[in-house]
């Protein structure tokens, strides 16, 4: 994809360090991507490997409090403002305007991301007076009007429920409809269809797809599914133990991952067709995610890795190796496991 | 089809929904609804029952001193005085009542306010003010009632602010641990992610959630409040005479323990019914708010 405009978010050098006891842990390495308005990456990796942390620390959620230094940049280029933010410089007031107004967040649960004891015409209402600041009845109008744009049914009668008389599928609805309340920029979705059932799970993908298309935001997915990221994703990346192992556009990444650990996610994938054939079965990836205290040395992957070359992976990190279009890949064998000419970095493809 | 008529019907009657539920769990616990019954019928007997009575609760009448239960016109008797026993009881059950409430009203509203400052912030400012909490907690209350009720004109008035004193740290408690895990769900975070203030965190999203704690530990506010009311005027440092409160009645009562009972017996009974009374309906709140949270 090439970008004749910045890009809505673009995240430079993310390190995210926890202090605990006086250690001091670091749990996220240097990420960086970017997203253009209208894109979507897809943020893709096992549970531990960092993609919540990500987001957590995209929007500053990791105070003080939790004892977590982030370092880096993370640029928020607004459609209205004529220069990037970085919202790490920012001060806690600016930061708040921000949030939800420009960069929205939606979560896993949609149960637990609303309130219980408030209605969620009320619920939606807030956040556009937090905003804008407009009246009472012209915040419950912009709710009415939001709960029609996610596709509730019935929208006037739902403004007045309470989130335990919504089924999963209409809340996440509501959740969606919150975030989007401003019309922020950059919407971040954290696994916002992992609690859902499948028929559920389309219905809010492809609403999610048509927000985006009618609003032009960039959006984060964050997802361990890679059903989900063909799905809706346009680029995606793959993380690994806090880091970018793999990036690139979806089809290139889904038909031909260049880096072992995505192989292995891709062929954990259950599939039908080769379900019930006497003596299959799911493939694994063998091991576990290691301990950010504690990782292993060079490529974090390399102890699980069936790739791996005593004396060379396990010496130094591999960088992340920029290929052809967008594509990059953090191995020191990719270029063992793929055809040359994928690998070197081709002007005449356009 | 069918699914959507049900929804949509449920829709209608979703207002008196859950506070039928809540109230049918309430009426549901014995107890607690013969509990508040009887502080119903307490109350409303303070309220309309000296304007009833044939005598005044401040009326000397010596020709009918120690009059036994009954006689007369003097429904439960007549005091060293010759004052009528119910008409004195009524009154001070206005008193002692709305000590209770507004001691309840005090240190719930002070409580709550310590409780979800020290539990949304944390660190040093909530270790400073739960630690203030503690501080009065380590004290007994009832020293610290009876050691400021010196210092003070003991007026209903300045009684109330002692004793709510005394009684706010419990709810504090509760309202941080409450608000300590509240903190920490999604709900709240995805308020911080749409912009919200702390002051509309704390006030908006989290009180609102806690509102069941705050309930029960209010109504069994008022059930301490009366008794330690009781108490201190019992011991002389509170409601002064000629004010009846039903503290001070059992104090006079003493010294004719032996031979008019009743003085003691009446206001005593008084007591232990509103006291108990209030911790059924706490008790029958608890149950009652409690399984609102296990609803789906």
Redesign the interface.
């Known amino acids: 994809m090439t970008l004749s405009h910045p890009p809505a978010l673009a995240v430079r050098d993310l390190c995210v360090t926890f202090q605990r006891n006086g250690c001091e842990t670091r749990v996220i390495h240097d990420i960086d991507f970017e997203i253009a308005a209208g894109e979507t990456l897809a943020l893709v990796g096992e549970s531990g490997s960092g993609k919540s942390v990500t987001s957590m620390a995209l ?1 500053r ?1 990791l105070g003080r ?1 939790s004892r977590a230094a982030v370092t880096g940049q993370v640029a928020l280029h607004a459609a209205t403002e004529r220069e990037p933010i970085d919202l790490l410089q920012i001060d806690d007031a600016r930061m ?6 420009r960069i ?2 939606i ?1 896993q ?1 949609p149960l ?7 209605r969620v015409g009320d619920q939606i209402a ?2 556009v007076r ?2 804008s600041g407009s009246p009472r009845r012209q915040a419950r109008a912009q709710a009415l009007a939001l709960l029609e744009q996610v596709g509730i ?2 929208p006037s ?2 403004l ?3 989130p ?2 919504l089924s999963g599928g209409m809340r996440q609805r509501v ?1 969606i409809a ?2 989007l ?1 401003m019309e922020p920029d950059v919407l971040i979705a954290d696994e916002p269809t992992t609690a859902l059932d499948v028929t559920v799970q389309a219905q809010i993908l492809t609403l999610l797809k048509t927000l985006q298309r009618d609003t032009g935001m960039a959006m984060l997915f964050i997802t361990h599914d890679f059903g989900v990221v063909s799905e809706v994703a346009d680029r995606v990346a793959v993380m690994y133990a806090g880091r970018i192992v793999e990036e690139g556009d979806v089809e290139a990444v889904l038909a031909r991952p260049l880096m072992p650990y995505t192989a292995g996610l891709l062929a954990s994938v259950p599939r039908l067709e080769r379900a019930g054939l006497p003596g299959e079965r799911l493939a694994t990836i063998a091991g576990r995610v290691p301990d950010p205290a504690s990782l292993p040395a060079g490529c974090s992957f390399q102890p699980r890795c069936t790739f791996a070359v005593p004396g060379t992976c396990d010496s130094a990190v591999p960088a992340l190796a920029s290929l052809k279009a967008g594509r990059r890949v953090r191995c020191t064998r990719a270029h063992e496991l793929i055809p040359a000419e994928e690998l070197s970095p081709c002007p005449q493809t356009s | 089809m069918t699914t ?1 008529t049900a929804a ?1 019907d ?2 209608h009657t ?1 207002h008196h929904w ?1 506070q039928h539920r809540t109230l049918s769990r309430f009426l549901r616990h014995r107890l607690a609804a013969t509990g508040l019954a009887i502080i119903l019928m307490l109350t409303l007997a303070c309220l309309l029952g000296p304007h009833l009575l044939p005598y005044d609760e401040l009326t000397v009448d010596l020709r009918a001193r120690f009059s036994p239960p009954l006689t007369q016109d003097h429904y439960l008797g007549t005091d060293p005085l010759g004052r009528d026993i119910a008409a004195r009881l009524l009154m001070a059950g206005r008193i002692s009542l709305l000590v209770g409430f507004s001691v309840m009203l005090i240190s719930t509203v002070f409580g709550t306010l310590i409780g979800v400052v020290a539990g949304y912030f ?2 040093w400012v909530g270790s400073v003010l739960m630690r203030i909490v503690d501080a009065f907690l380590a004290f007994p209350s009832i020293f610290l009632v009876l050691v400021l009720s010196a210092f003070v004109e003991p007026s209903p008035f300045m009684i109330t602010v002692i004793i709510a004193l005394t009684c706010w740290m419990e709810i504090a408690r509760i309202v941080e641990a409450e608000i300590l895990s509240l903190r920490e ?3 709240t ?9 702390a002051r ?1 965190i704390m006030f ?2 989290l009180v ?2 806690a ?1 069941g704690p705050i309930i029960v530990a209010a109504t069994l506010t008022i059930a301490n409040a009366i008794l330690l009311e009781a108490y201190i005027s019992f011991l002389g440092y509170g409601i002064q005479p000629p004010l009846p409160s039903w503290g001070n009645m059992l104090n006079s009562a003493q010294q004719y323990l032996a031979d008019a009972p009743w003085l003691a017996i009446v206001p005593g009974i008084t007591i232990t019914l509103a006291v108990s009374s209030f911790n059924f309906i706490g008790d029958g709140l608890r149950d009652a708010l409690d399984s609102r949270s296990n ?2």
């Open positions: 929007m959620l409090q708040r305007q921000l949030r939800g107004r929205a967040m979560f649960e637990t991301a609303l309130n219980p004891v408030h807030e956040v937090f905003h049914p019935e009668s739902r007045d429920s309470y335990h008389e959740v919150m975030a309340a | 959507m949509g449920a829709a979703r859950w944390r660190g769900r999604d709900f975070i995805a308020a911080r992610l749409s912009g919200a203030s509309w908006r999203e609102p959630n509102m609803l789906p």
